[in-house]
């Protein structure tokens, strides 16, 4: 009797739109991965509207992601 576990799939890192730099800087809100990983089903940020961008340090939200429920490692 035991909840299956929340699903996890790899999503392009809005900040740095799967670049995984931003500026000529290694992309903060994916370490300059590229992806992360977020739990399925995928709903973007409502708060930046999935670019993780809405100021200059990203996105408080989603941390720069652009999406919600983003696994950190
Ligand atoms: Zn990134
Ligand atoms: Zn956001």
Same mark, same amino acid.
């Given at each position: 009797?035991?909840?299956?576990?929340?699903?996890?799939?790899?999503?392009? &890192? #809005?900040? $740095?739109? /799967?670049? *995984?730099?931003?500026?000529?800087?290694? +992309? %903060?809100? !994916?370490? @300059?991965? =590229?992806?992360?990983?977020?739990?399925?089903?995928?709903?973007? &940020? #409502?708060? $930046?509207? /999935?670019? *993780?961008?809405?100021?200059?340090?990203? +996105? %408080?939200? !989603?941390? @720069?992601? =652009?999406?919600?429920?983003?696994?950190?490692?």
């Amino acid at each position: 009797m035991s909840m299956s576990p929340a699903k996890h799939a790899p999503e392009t &890192c #809005a900040f $740095c739109k /799967g670049a *995984g730099e931003s500026g000529g800087r290694r +992309c %903060p809100a !994916c370490c @300059g991965r =590229g992806m992360v990983t977020v739990a399925q089903p995928a709903k973007r &940020c #409502a708060l $930046c509207n /999935g670019t *993780g961008r809405l100021c200059i340090k990203g +996105c %408080p939200a !989603c941390g @720069g992601t =652009g999406w919600m429920g983003v696994l950190r490692e």
